[in-house]
């Protein structure tokens, strides 16, 4: 069983920064693409950023600039650094990871972590 466990959410005042970290645990034979999504109050669940297995990253242009994506392969392990944070970003923030284990290649899910920029 793959489990995906996101951290470092929290409540940041407009202009801040944090770090949210994903780690994926159980039998892994390889992970692939990597990303992280987020869904506002009353709005549809949105990509954030993603980064290939070699590396290779996007963002949406809202976060362009002031996110970065980054990964250790060794540690199966995401990490979303969010700097110059707006009230726009509060979000409940949900990783995702395109995992092969021994039946196959499925899209696995985080529990989410709330990330709330307020003054």
């Known amino acids: 069983q793959v489990q995906l466990v996101e951290s470092g959410g929290g409540l940041v005042q407009p202009g801040g920064s944090l770090r949210l970290s994903c780690s994926a645990s159980?039998?892994?034979?390889?992970?692939?693409?990597m990303g992280w999504y987020r869904q506002a109050p009353g709005k549809q669940r949105e990509l954030v950023a993603t980064?290939?297995?070699?590396?290779?990253?996007d963002y949406a242009d809202s976060v362009k600039g002031r996110f970065t994506i980054s990964r250790d392969n060794a540690k199966n392990t995401v990490y979303m650094q969010m700097n110059s944070l707006k009230l726009e970003d509060t979000a409940v923030y949900y990783c995702?990871?395109?995992?092969?284990?021994?039946?196959?290649?499925?899209?696995?899910w985080g529990q989410g972590t709330q990330v709330t920029v307020s003054s």
């Open positions: 995702s990871a395109q995992i092969e284990v021994a039946s196959g290649g499925y899209d696995y």
């Open positions: 980064i290939t297995s070699d590396g290779n990253s």
């Open positions: 159980g039998m892994i034979f390889s992970i692939y693409t």
